[in-house]
């Protein structure tokens, strides 16, 4: 399908124009209000047609989609604008600064595509930890355990009154997103600060399912330090997602306190199953793109406009109900807030 | 490495072109140029419709079906190729380097560069001649972890290397004598860079070999002597499993060592001890002393942690980028280290 980009930056030219050669799409035409940079960016891409108006490029370049990588400040209306204009609409997270912004693109969007790139929502490893959840040897969801370095802003208020884009916002939503495609819908959150303006501390999610869910808001941790953390609990079974692409399957072994001899168990049915990027081999699985969901969340966006399917995970409700716990967080100071459904 | 210089932010620009279509073109070279400050100019294929199917894939200005015309048109002043078929006996890249030194122009290629060492040294002489770079993509002796390891090495707290130990699942001929056109041959050829070229970058060269092959599964082990006296083995685990981590590399100085998993994962075990055996009540050392580990991390929308990088590619055609452009002579994928591996390749098969 052919496309447009808006937005030519640092994450784009990272992360986004690199996927596009393993997706089935034309890329079409660039856009970006800085036009040098727009244009530099075309020539490395064969002479594409630039723009700095986004509704131009719509009118002047046939597309059946666009993929939109700003800001959210201006992803509502880019959003909108694309929606209107009869395109399906790929964005980049976030969203934008609220919750009512999600609803404002999701009354635009019609019967059209729109996904919103939580890329978490997609990382294999991720995948691979909700097949597990699901196995009935794992039983119910009892809790999940989230470690990404984040603080929260005290004045939470303040910070959604003032429309302010804060670190919380920026990458607190990949967490969140993780937690939503792994734990489901979220009942109400409670948060808890520790000192200062920019605090560490916790978010504690009660999900729709009865599980509970803690977000470690591991602020302090250096930089290059393995980012995240996730384990999930069941029945006698552990999840465990380490470094974005370690995933470990915790079946434990039969076990007598005190008397046990041996950590090995019996046969094969027992212990820990892992899985984990190998990394000497040139090949797509154990590169970025991959590894953290970017080329997944691309693939099911396309696949969702050229086979007319809805998306998988991050549709607009999905966003919708991730920027509302997003909000909810910030707005508790230990006591429950509800997340509305 | 810091501080990558953006495509879109360069002020000037290398005007190269690129040989081939091959699987690790689409996915490893061709992907690196937005970091390399090039201008791609022209991409050549033997097959016209995948020459333009790439050329516009990877906005190169021009597709050839031939390699005359396009230096002649186009006039890079670097090429680089990644070509994976052979002529006769000998892969196609050699040949190819050979036309573009002959053109005047800067040559970057993939390995395997050629078969035999004879044919290395003519590609050497042909350098010197035209004084231009020639460089082979050896991704190993730009592996980070593998630098960091070799500058460990060459520090003042590792001693002299004195063992070396790598595991690597190279296929190698079961029997010597076999014809370069051999599959078997071709196989072992392909691969062979990876771990000599670990073992080059980190101990340095190799002076003898002898070679003990397993009873199945295609691999064995060999005893190696390194020039500066280091001892290793290379333990050609040909029959492990496809779901195990390719490699693992163990390097030993005077009280102290280095591992290597994955590729990614360098531990080094520093001096130190735990104390008196059977007395001691803690494994925690002093910190000068406790064991530091790099590995990357891996959930950042980065450039160190996309396997290009990690595995050494990108730095490769920096490094030669950088030498094409007179900011530094080669240090590493040289024409001489390309012939340390054919010496090795050699032996194994010879």
Known sequence: MRVGLVGVGSHTYRNILPALHYLPVTLAALCDVDEALARRTAEEYGGLPVFTDAGRMYSEVPLDAVLICVGPRQHPDLAVQALSAGLHVWMEKPPGLRAADVEKIRAAAGDQTCAVGFKKAYMPAVRKARELVELPEFGDLRSVLAVYPMTIPRDGAGVLARGEFTNWLANGCHPLSLLVELGGPVRAVRTVRGPGQDASGAVHLDYANGAIGTFFLAGGAPPGYPVERYDLFGADRVVSIEDSERVVYHRGIPFDYARQRDFTGPGTETGSICWQAEHRLATLENTGLFVQGMFDELYDFCGAVLDNRPVRSADLDFALHVMRIYEAALLSDGEPVGVKG | ?350
Request: proline share 7%; glycine share 10%.
């Open chain 2, 1 to 350: 490495m810091t501080g990558i210089t953006f495509g879109y932010e360069a002020e000037t620009t290398l005007r190269v072109a690129f040989l081939g279509t091959s699987g690790h073109a689409f996915r490893n070279f061709l992907p690196c140029l937005p970091y390399l400050t090039v201008e791609l100019a022209a991409l050549w294929d033997p097959d016209p419709a995948r020459a333009e199917a790439f050329a516009r894939q990877f906005g190169a200005r021009r597709a050839y079906s031939t390699v005359d015309r396009l230096l002649e048109e186009t006039a890079p002043e670097a090429v680089m190729i990644g070509v994976e078929d052979f002529v006769g006996e000998e892969p196609r890249a050699a040949s190819l380097m050979a036309q573009c030194l002959r053109a005047g122009v800067h040559v970057w290629t993939d390995k395997p560069v050629a078969a035999r060492t004879d044919t290395v040294k003519e590609l050497i002489a042909l350098r010197d001649r035209t004084d231009r770079v020639a460089a082979v993509g050896m991704k190993t002796m730009f592996n980070p972890a593998y630098r960091k390891a070799r500058d460990i090495i060459r520090g003042p707290d590792f001693g002299r290397p004195t063992s070396f130990t790598s595991r690597y699942p190279l296929h190698v001929p079961d029997r010597p004598g076999r014809p370069l056109t051999d599959p078997a041959v071709r196989s072992c050829l392909g691969h062979i860079w990876h771990p000599i070229g670990t073992a080059l970058v980190t101990v340095g060269p190799i002076r003898s070999l002898r070679y003990e092959p397993a009873p199945a599964g295609g691999g064995g082990v060999a005893l190696a002597t390194f020039a500066d006296g280091t001892v290793g083995t290379f333990h050609f685990s040909a029959g492990q499993s496809g779901t195990s981590p390719l490699e693992r590399v163990d390097i030993v100085g005077e009280r102290t060592n280095i591992v290597i998993d994955n590729a990614s994962r360098l531990t080094w075990y520093r001096r130190g001890s735990t104390g008196p055996y059977g007395r001691t009540s803690s494994y925690f050392t002093d910190d000068a002393s406790a064991p530091l580990v790099w590995e990357p991390e891996m959930s950042l929308g980065q450039l160190y942690n996309s396997n290009n990088f990690v595995q050494g590619y990108a730095q490769s055609l920096l490094e030669f980028v950088d030498a094409a452009r007179g900011v530094r002579p080669l240090r590493f994928g040289t024409l001489e280290d390309a012939l340390e591996v054919l010496e090795v390749f050699a032996t194994l098969t010879g």
